[in-house]
């Protein structure tokens, strides 16, 4: 019953140590969004930024106050930085009550980080 939207932006495969980390944010809060959300869609954008793999996720769930660590699994949410942070990259997730989820995840490309 969930509707799933994918969007690439970036014509190339990756490295695999960087798409299996992207993947597995991508299965985790996909994972939350099922077990919390009552989400009817999820959007999944994966695009490249100034030398950054960009993964953004956002649902038009319930979504929660982050400082609770209602609505989405604190571990879940831990497991999801740790992989971004693991790779030299950022997470970032943004709720309210009502209005959804956003999450990003910002990792460099390696062969990229010094491109202009």
Known sequence: GLAVHWQQRYPERLPAALEIALFRIAQEA??????????????????????????????????????????????GQVAMQERAHLLGGRFTCHSQPGSGTRILARVPVPSLEHAV
Do not use: C, M, W, Y
């Not at 996720?57 to 929660?64: N, V």
């Open 30 to 75: 996909i994972n939350n969004i099922l077990k919390h959300a009552r989400a009817h869609s999820v959007s999944l954008n994966l695009t490249l930024e100034a030398g950054q793999a960009v993964l953004g996720i956002s649902d038009d769930g319930a979504g929660f106050q982050p400082a609770s660590g209602q609505g989405i699994e604190q571990l």
